[in-house]
């Protein structure tokens, strides 16, 4: 099965499985240290549950730009948006190698997003699309040490469930790091998830 259809399979019950990381994701917001009237972009939005916290530290007159190619994933970003009521918020149905940016942004979010971040055209064109110290975010699973075997067996098994390859589980966010030059990283859930936090130069 392709990622894109495991994704589309797994629209309807995505915020339950992506529940027990709540934390992780608020963390990795707070991280932007984002300010009122800015524009974020939220890279491989899913159904959107970044959103709400983007939105409360840009406030209303900053801007979400979130980009999701499964389109299952996308119409629940969409339906949160209207259940909201919120204007400031740009859902754009493409790969973000391809997505249609414009402007520069003052941040980007990649959470839970392994496969944008092995993409170095995606990196590339969002890259294109940052300020000069923009910050920048990422959240995901890495493999943990070769001891830590739980910890391995469950960055296999989610692995398995939604990324197009194993490949980069040693170091994803290497592609952010060519970007940035240096990156903050701290580890969670016994070293099977990461928190890489950087700013364009």
């Known amino acids: 099965m392709s990622t894109l259809a495991q994704y589309r399979r797994r629209a309807p019950f995505y915020d339950l499985e992506l529940a027990p990381f709540e ?25 959107g549950l970044s959103l ?30 209207a259940a909201h009521g919120w204007r400031n918020v740009s859902l754009l149905a493409a790969g973000v190698a391809e997505a249609p940016l414009s402007g520069r942004c003052d941040a980007a979010l990649f959470h839970f997003t392994h496969d944008i971040l092995q993409q170095p055209q995606a990196l590339q ?17 890495v493999w943990a040490p070769p001891w830590a075997v739980l910890s391995n067996l469950f960055v296999l098994g989610a ?11 040693d170091r994803p966010w290497a592609g952010l790091l060519e970007l940035s030059g240096e990156l903050d ?11 890489a936090t950087g700013r364009m130069p």
């Open 185 to 195: 990283l701290r580890y969670h859930c016994l070293g099977a998830v990461y928190q």
């Open 52 to 81: 709400a916290g983007l939105l409360q530290q840009v406030g209303p007159r900053g801007h979400v730009i979130a980009i999701e190619q499964c389109p299952e994933m996308l119409e629940r970003a969409r339906q949160r948006v």
């Open 125 to 141: 064109h969002v890259a294109a699309h940052l300020k000069p110290g923009a910050a920048l975010a990422a959240t995901g699973l």
């Open 159 to 169: 692995a398995l469930h939604s990324m197009a390859s194993l490949a980069g589980l």
């Open 23 to 47: 934390p992780l994701r608020r963390s990795a917001i707070a991280s932007l240290e984002l300010r009122p009237g800015q524009r974020v972009l939220d890279l491989g939005c899913g159904t």
